[in-house]
């Protein structure tokens, strides 16, 4: 695994659409995946995207924390938060 470099905003990488992922069980995409773990962990992110780390790949890594769920909560309750999640050619 690896920590990959954070591409700077106005970088051209994140200012055209990324590609979908062709075989989400490639590995080529596993050790993206991997990779990105580690980078997050490294900045102390909660979220990252593909493009974000020179890859333009329509690849999503994040979780909500249950703190700051609790911290952004509107109503009185406590929500549990969301485990890190990975999104592979997500659609809005």
């Known amino acids: 695994m690896a920590i990959l470099k954070i591409a700077r905003m106005g970088h051209p990488v994140l200012n ?17 995946i991997n990779d990105m773990l580690e980078t997050l962990a490294d900045i102390g992110g909660i979220g990252l995207a593909a493009p974000q780390v020179h890859v333009s790949k329509r690849v999503v890594i994040f979780e909500v924390p249950a703190a700051r769920a609790a911290r ?9 938060g969301m ?8 659609m809005i």
């Open 16 to 32: 055209r659409r990324a590609d979908p992922v062709a075989d989400p069980t490639a590995p080529e995409i596993y050790n993206l």
């Open 72 to 80: 952004d909560s509107a109503a009185g309750e406590a929500p549990a």
């Open 83 to 90: 485990p890190m999640t990975v999104l592979i050619n997500p």
